[in-house]
């Protein structure tokens, strides 16, 4: 498949973007692994080794839609487009209003943090924040739905849903490793509160302090339980 990005793109970067979606693709043929080079004038060429020829159609549009995400992300203009849309100040303020709200911001605030603050969108599918990585950033789910998944010994296992008004990388609070994979049920659209804010905000107000407590607590509780489910579900499945 041909892509073309602006000339002032970065061709590593985009190697390494083409690459990370490429191999998040549950597509390809096991063992093998996708390439990508450039062709010139901000074109490249990215080949997926593919299980089956049958599997080429949706392999192409889920490579290409999720590229259009992770371009965005990472400030990529793929197929020139305007990286900046959607992701504009007045977009952040926006969202983090509705995240004022829930945490007691005054409109000053929301203007001072708003600068520091980023909007991610992500496509149906696409891994948001991996397992045993210590997450940099907390993000807000402003619309969307999330699965969390635990690692085991068959795949990754569903335990939650997280809706709009939920979080992820709440282990940015704590600095200790996610045990959880998070992917995207849906299209996603998540604010991106670094973790150097985070810190600033929970040492100038202890309320917002416990607050964020509080919702790790509630986290926590609420992966226990569902680990403790699938724990019975599974005993009960072999038993069977």
């Known amino acids: 498949m041909t892509t073309a990005f602006t000339t002032d793109d970065p061709p590593l970067t985009i190697l390494g973007l083409l690459d990370d979606v490429a191999n998040g693709?549950?597509?390809?043929?096991?063992?093998?692994?996708?390439?990508?080079?450039?062709?010139?004038?901000?074109t490249y060429e990215t080949s997926l080794p593919l299980a089956t020829y049958a599997d080429a159609e949706i392999a192409k549009a889920q490579f290409?839609?999720?590229?259009?995400?992770?371009?965005?992300?990472?400030?990529?203009?793929?197929?020139?487009a305007d990286v900046s849309k959607g992701r504009s100040l007045?977009?952040?303020?926006?969202?983090?209003?509705q995240l004022a709200r829930i945490?007691?911001?005054?409109a000053d605030q929301v203007t001072a943090l708003a600068p520091r603050l980023s909007l991610e969108r992500f496509a149906e599918g696409e891994a948001i924040e991996p397992?045993?990585?210590?997450?940099?950033?907390?993000?807000y789910i402003s619309s969307g739905q999330?699965?969390?998944?635990?690692?085991?010994?068959?795949?990754?296992?569903?335990?939650?849903?997280?809706?709009?008004?939920?979080y992820l990388g709440?282990?940015?609070?704590?600095?200790?490793?996610?045990?959880?994979v998070s992917v995207a049920l849906t299209e996603v659209e998540a604010l991106v509160i670094p973790s150097v804010v985070l810190d600033e905000l929970t040492h100038s107000d202890h309320r917002l302090s416990r607050e964020f407590g509080r919702l790790l607590d509630r986290r926590r509780s609420a992966v226990e339980d569902a680990l403790v489910e699938l724990a019975?579900?599974?005993a009960i499945a072999r038993a069977h």
């Open 103 to 106: 945490f007691g911001l005054s």
């Open 170 to 180: 709440m282990a940015s609070v704590t600095r200790t490793p996610q045990e959880q």
């Open 25 to 42: 693709l549950i597509f390809l043929a096991e063992g093998q692994l996708p390439s990508s080079r450039p062709t010139g004038g901000g």
């Open 90 to 97: 007045a977009d952040v303020e926006r969202v983090l209003t």
């Open 131 to 139: 397992a045993g990585s210590v997450p940099t950033a907390m993000r």
């Open 64 to 80: 290409l839609t999720r590229l259009w995400y992770a371009a965005r992300r990472r400030s990529l203009a793929l197929d020139g």
């Open 146 to 166: 999330v699965s969390l998944r635990q690692p085991m010994l068959s795949g990754n296992v569903p335990i939650l849903t997280l809706h709009d008004g939920d």
């Open 232 to 234: 019975s579900s599974t």
